[in-house]
């Protein structure tokens, strides 16, 4: 079967700022405009653009019913809790953790992958009490009084809690307020209820309006999204002869309400004309579906079909997604399948794929190719300089000077020379020709040499990381059944493609293998090859004959501590104790929690090792060959200055016991300190501190051999 992504991009391509898995590391022509599935440098988004999330919260009065069992570890800012302890919590709860999750998640991915800088997160709630105060935080609210200047006034329906904008600590500490929490130390919770549902308004609800009259919430909630999107200095809308996509806009709604239109045909003729608005303005809209007390107290369904299902776009959450298989709801699987609606990571690269005979057809654009990264390394954020004065970061500006004149030397002003037996003048002009001359595409794109049975592929001196590729249906119609055909032949045939790679029209080709992926995607992997001179021999040596009890230990040993990985090997794999150490510090610091225990599922369990292997532990070492090698020579050790003949300790000045019992001796010189103890006959070798601590045992030394 083929597979296409459609408007959703799988969650292994990379983010922004990754570097090209076959970026040559002595190619510094970085100047030239990149062709199409070239990449920009410079840290610019490619192709996908930046991600804009909304989210819409129904701020109707069920939403704050607790009637939802959640796990305690998504609202304790300790995460003390190993997620066994369930308690009962509002929709709302659950709709705000799943949003300070995201945005927690967010601020650490930007700091670790230095990607996705232009990325947004805003919260909208929608819904809200037209007739509620327009009270700040922290302020009294006399629900009671009867103030003639606000009498008659309404407030929007809506009400932007979180402005639509990069993710920042600011936005985490505005939802930490908002979230339940066992932390006593922590500040009054904010009462969303309170503010903005009619039901917390003191009086209820009040007069029910004619159900004609009644316009749909949903349908403020999401014109009020449509202009935040229009309106946003963050959302970037490229130009019509720029290759660029625009960036990606998607509208997630936290409703327990099955039918916002409530059966009114005239809603629901309003809202399918909202729905075509939100096509054309290319807005993704997404619905979350939250559980809810019925008429008679039970906890009632949600049902798609009455409405969200013709009118969200084509990805479908259900409510068994949301839930684990006791009911519980799980935030951390809330957020995971936001990605899903959006794109979470983006290619690097768009280019065709070109067989054999492609210059005897011009015309043909042959198989278009999206390639993705497989790996993304992340690491922990770079430091930055603040002015001390100004408070503002610094940027490092690099200037050549010339070392007799003291004057800025140009970039035109420079010549370039390679060492070659001397100097050879070599100019950029000289290197691009080369480049040009060496390569057998001049446009981005995957050349086909030929094919070889997949035995001769090399499992050893393979270069760079795994790529992955798949078709691109939407730029070059027809590519991805030629692609899975292709595929298909290359397994039934077992061959590898031998190709050549160009991802920048600057740049210099590399030699790739080509390798059908065995599964039901019709994708490849593209997997770099040396050139000859890159290759390095290992010298081939005589290991002698395998020994039958040290085999058979061995085996034991291995069946014995044999990882059972029920799951697939990407979930198990453990993460980095480095970055959760070091966040989990930098959140300490900034969202003013305190500083837990960090599980490191990376260490090695040494203890239920040996409860489990430590007979074959030890058989294995017992079965391993004797070290027949030449023992080595015992070295002597050089005699300290104090017991060579002639050398005379001298005797302690009284001013060296006043400074040991005034703590004075770190006060001293290295100079000092090194003095006193060779006069000594103490060795002056190490740092202070060690310095210091020799002088003060000495002193302790002579101190007690007086007392005695």
Same mark, same amino acid.
């Given at each position: ?68 069992? $959640? ?56 819904? $809200? ?148 608005? $939100? ?292 979930? $198990? ?136």
């Amino acid at each position: 079967m083929a597979f296409t992504f459609g408007d959703d991009e799988p969650d292994w391509a990379i983010d922004d700022d990754d570097h090209d898995p076959f970026d040559d590391p002595d190619d510094d022509d970085d100047e030239g405009e990149p062709g199409e599935g070239g990449r920009r440098r410079g840290g610019g988004d490619r192709f996908g653009g930046a991600e804009h999330l909304l989210f819409l919260f129904d701020c109707d009065d069920s939403m704050f019913e607790p009637n939802v069992p $959640c796990r305690l570890d998504d609202f304790d800012d300790d995460d003390e809790h190993g997620g066994e302890e369930v308690a009962v919590v509002s929709a709302m709860d659950v709709a705000v953790a799943s949003a300070h999750r995201l945005l927690r998640t967010k601020v650490r991915d930007v700091a670790e992958t230095r990607g996705g800088k232009r990325d947004s997160v805003g919260v909208l709630l929608y819904g $809200c009490d037209p007739r509620r105060r327009a009270a700040r935080r922290g302020d009294d609210v006399d629900d009671d009084s009867d103030d003639d200047d606000s009498e008659g006034e309404e407030l929007p329906p809506t009400h932007e809690l979180i402005e639509l904008r990069p993710p920042g600590i600011e936005q985490v500490l505005t939802l930490q307020e908002c979230r339940p929490s066992n932390d006593p130390d922590r500040r009054e919770r904010r009462d969303l209820r309170r503010e903005f549902s009619a039901g917390g308004r003191a009086g209820g609800p009040g007069e029910e309006e004619e159900e004609d009259d009644v316009v749909c919430s949903l349908l403020q909630g999401l014109t009020a999204a449509q202009k935040i999107f229009g309106s946003s200095k963050h959302v970037k809308t490229p130009a019509p002869s720029s290759k660029q996509l625009p960036d990606s806009k998607t509208v997630w709604i936290f409703t327990n309400q099955d039918d916002p239109c409530r059966d009114n045909e005239g809603q629901r003729t309003r809202m399918d004309a909202l729905r075509k608005d $939100c096509r054309d303005a290319d807005i993704a809209v997404h619905v979350l579906p939250l559980p809810r007390k019925d008429a008679r107290g039970g906890e009632g369904g949600f049902d798609r079909t009455i409405f969200y299902d013709g009118f969200t776009t084509p990805y479908k959450l259900d409510q068994g997604e949301v839930d684990s298989d006791d009911g519980v709801v799980d935030v951390e699987a809330v957020v995971e399948n936001f990605a899903m609606g959006t794109r979470k990571r983006r290619k690097y690269a768009t280019l065709p794929l070109l067989l054999p005979g492609w210059k005897e057809r011009p015309d043909h654009p042959g198989i278009m190719l999206d390639l993705y990264s497989l790996v993304q390394v992340r690491s922990k954020p770079q430091k930055i300089t603040v002015h001390q004065e100004k408070n503002k970061a610094t940027t490092r500006k690099t200037s050549r000077i010339n070392a007799e004149t003291g004057e800025v030397v140009e970039k035109e002003d420079i010549h370039h020379f390679a060492d070659f037996c001397g100097r050879v003048s070599i100019q950029p002009s000289n290197l691009a020709k080369m480049k040009r001359a060496s390569n057998s595409l001049e446009a981005p794109g995957l050349l086909v040499h030929g094919f070889r049975p997949m035995k001769l592929l090399p499992t050893t001196n393979l270069m760079s990381k795994t790529v992955i590729c798949v078709a691109n249906e939407s730029r070059v119609s027809g590519s991805e059944k030629a692609l899975y055909n292709l595929k298909q032949s290359m397994m039934k045939k077992g061959v590898f493609a031998v190709g050549e790679l160009l991802l920048r029209a600057t740049a210099t080709s590399n030699m790739v293998a080509f390798v059908p992926k065995d599964d039901g995607f019709g994708g490849f992997l593209i997997v770099q090859l040396p050139f000859r001179e890159d290759t390095r021999n290992v010298p081939q040596s005589d290991i002698g004959f395998a020994d039958r009890n040290a085999v058979d230990a061995a085996k034991d040993l291995i069946s014995k501590t044999t990882l059972n990985l029920s799951e697939d090997f990407e979930s $198990c794999l453990p993460e980095n104790p480095w970055l959760k150490h070091f966040f989990g510090y930098l959140e300490s610091v900034s969202l003013g929690r305190a500083l837990g225990e960090v599980e490191d599922d990376a260490r090695m369990d040494a203890d239920r090792m040996l409860k489990n292997a430590a007979e074959e532990i030890e058989s294995f070492s017992l079965s391993l060959p004797e070290d027949e090698g030449p023992a080595a020579k015992e070295r002597k050790r050089k005699a300290p200055p104090s017991s060579k003949p002639g050398v005379a300790r001298e005797g302690i000045g009284e001013e060296w016991f006043d400074r040991y019992e005034n703590d004075e001796l770190g006060l001293l010189k290295n100079d000092e300190l090194k003095a006193f103890l060779k006069s000594r006959g103490e060795r002056v070798a190490g740092k202070k501190a060690d310095l210091v601590d020799r002088a003060t045992r000495v002193i302790r030394e002579e101190l007690s051999s007086r007392s005695r």
